[in-house]
Structures are given as C-alpha cells and as structure tokens.
C-alpha cells in the first residue's frame, strides 16, 4: 500500500478524490488516498500551487510531486524541494486551450467584433480574409503550442512557431532562440504567447519587441502575465501599434481592479479561463505517473529545474 497526500485546497479535493481512485483501481494500485498524512509516510504528494504545503523537507520518503498545473513557477523555485517535479500535461486542458486560442484568433481574423458591437442597419458587404492570408505565430512550441498549432493549420492558417530550442513540426515554420524572435514577431499579425513564466521569458514582448510586429497586430496571451511589459503593452495599444489584446493571465491575479487593463477600449481580460485542468484526464496523467514511479520507470512531464520549466 503506498500513501498518496492530495496537497491542494479543499474544493479540488471535491473534483478529484473520485476520479483519482477511479484511476488507481484501473491501474491496481493500492493506495492510501488522503488529505493528511503524516509526512515521513508520504510517497507521492499530487499538489496545486496554492496549497498551504511550501516547506517539502519533512517528507523524507516521497518519490515525486505530481503537479495538477501545467505551470510551476511558483513551486520551481522551492529551495525545500529536493524530489522530481512533474508538470501537468492533461489532454483534456490543451484541448480547451486549443479551443480558446482557435476562438480568440478567429475573433481577430474574422473582425467579428464589428459585426457582434454593431448595432447600426449597415448592409454594407465586407468579405473576411481567408486564413490562408494571415500569419499567427505562437511564441511557445511545447504541449500547449503544438497542439494550437496543429489546429490553427488545420484551420488554413500560416502558422509560425518559436521556442528555446530547435524544432521541426509539419507545416509550421519553427523558429528559435533570440536570433529567431524577430523573424518571427514580423510576421506576427496575431501573435500568441505560450511560454512558461521564467527569468528567461519575462518581458519577451517589451517596447523593443512589440515595435517589431506588423502595425496593428493582435495579441493573444493564455501564457502567463509576465511575459508581457505591461507599460509597454498599453503604449503600443495607445498608438495603434497593437489593435487589440486579449489577456487571460496577469502578473497580479485577481488583476486588481485599478489596473489600466480593465478599463482600456482594446483589451478584452479574461480571468485565467483559457484552460483548467480537467479531473477526470488529469487523474488519469496523475496515476500513470504513480505507476511509473512504482514500476521503476521515468516519470512523464519531468519539469528541468535549472530551465524554471
Ligand atoms: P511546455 O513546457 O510544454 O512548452 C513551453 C514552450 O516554451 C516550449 O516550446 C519551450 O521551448 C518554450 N520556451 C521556454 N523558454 C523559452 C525561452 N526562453 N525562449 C523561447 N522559448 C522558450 O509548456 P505548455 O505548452 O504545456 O504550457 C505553456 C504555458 O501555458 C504554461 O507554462 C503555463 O504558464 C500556461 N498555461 C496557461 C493556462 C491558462 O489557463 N491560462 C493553462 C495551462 C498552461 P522548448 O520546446 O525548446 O523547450
Ligand atoms: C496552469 C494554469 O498552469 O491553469 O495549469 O494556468
């Protein structure tokens, strides 16, 4: 029997306990499943970043962390944590963030925004462009961008992808490293922002790199809030440089209710919706990896910590 600590706020609980022993009856893992457990018992600790658990030493016996986000810069860092991190790689969020990324990048394709605020009897035709004619380029070719970039080609799109390291993916152009941002950001009529949040990525679009995309680009950011200079966002939004932003993620979370972003005419906020990890697939990730720890074998979605990702 092993001991599995489920360390995340009490309503996860509620979306998770049934599904977790679903997953581990399937796989015939005998575990003790349980909100508190003493320390030294634990093997594996399934966590969420805002759990009250920070302080990883007393759990001299644990295997792994098995993280229910997909992001981990607020754990990466934990000086405390000595054990493997695994990172969450759910089907069933990237299957909602490519439907969210697929919208948002249609919305701004399309204009639709003109035909759903106009209220006025115009029956002037206006033809939308066709996908084949624009370039959206994501800045993150990982779980998460590939599988919107898969989509977005399947859609017609020209699809531009850039990453830490080199890459080849049918029918995107992948581009990488510093060399590569600036080709990539000018071809950036939709610009999407798929990076982790690390001291390598903050600020990747600034007023250096914003001035770099096509006039009147659009920004897409499901990423996380750092990577974008606000100041610099709101100025190039300001003069026109940006036509618009949609923003789900922010470097203060509830973005307080003072912040430019709420109130600027072309920013749409959305409150860190792009994509939740789903119960019922993320259990599923979450039990593999217990098996494979058990087994001897590699753990899935390994985060690098030097990398912060
Ligand atoms: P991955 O780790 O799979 O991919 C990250 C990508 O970013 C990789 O392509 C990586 O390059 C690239 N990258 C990292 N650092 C750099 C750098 N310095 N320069 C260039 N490229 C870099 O992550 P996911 O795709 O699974 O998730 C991406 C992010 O999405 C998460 O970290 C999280 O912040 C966010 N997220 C937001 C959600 C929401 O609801 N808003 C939900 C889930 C995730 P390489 O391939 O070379 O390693
Ligand atoms: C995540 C997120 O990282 O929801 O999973 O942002």
């Known amino acids: 029997m092993i001991n599995i600590l489920f360390a995340a706020q009490p309503d996860r609980w509620q979306k998770y306990e049934s599904h977790l022993r679903v997953a581990l009856k399937a796989a015939n893992i005998d575990a003790n499943l349980a909100q508190d457990i003493p320390a030294d ?175 009147g680009a659009f920004i897409i950011n499901p990423g996380r809030g750092p990577l974008i200079d606000d100041s610099a966002l709101i100025e190039a939004l300001d003069n026109g440089q940006i036509a618009h932003a949609t923003l789900d993620v922010f470097r203060i979370e509830p973005l307080p209710v003072e912040h430019p972003f709420w109130a600027h005419p072309h920013v749409t906020v959305t409150p860190h919706i792009a994509a939740e990890t789903r119960s019922v697939t993320a259990s599923q990730v979450i039990v593999e990896n217990i098996r494979r720890g058990e087994a001897g074998e590699p753990f899935l979605n390994l985060v690098d910590r030097t990398l912060g990702y």
């Not at 394709?109 to 994501?138: C, F, K, M, Y």
């Open 41 to 215: 018992e634990v093997d594996y600790i399934v966590y969420a970043p805002n759990s009250e658990l920070q302080d990883f030493t007393p759990y001299t016996r644990a295997k792994a962390v098995l993280n229910l986000w997909a992001g981990v810069e607020t754990i990466v860092g934990n000086e405390t944590l000595r054990i493997p991190l695994a990172r969450m790689v759910d089907p069933g969020l990237t299957s909602a963030m490519v439907e969210w990324i697929s919208a948002h990048v249609l919305r701004y394709h399309l204009g639709l925004d003109i035909d759903i605020l106009n209220r006025s009897t115009d029956w002037t035709p206006r033809t939308p462009p066709l996908a084949q004619e624009r370039q959206v380029v994501i800045l993150g070719l990982g779980a998460l961008g590939q599988s919107a970039a898969a989509a977005l080609i399947n859609l017609g799109f020209n699809v531009t992808g850039w990453s830490r390291s080199a890459k080849e993916m049918a029918g995107v152009t992948c581009l990488h490293g510093e060399a590569g941002l600036a080709d990539a950001l000018s071809r950036a009529e939709i610009c999407v922002t798929l990076l982790p949040d690390t001291a390598a990525t903050e600020n990747t679009l600034n007023a250096q790199t914003l001035a770099q995309m096509p006039r």
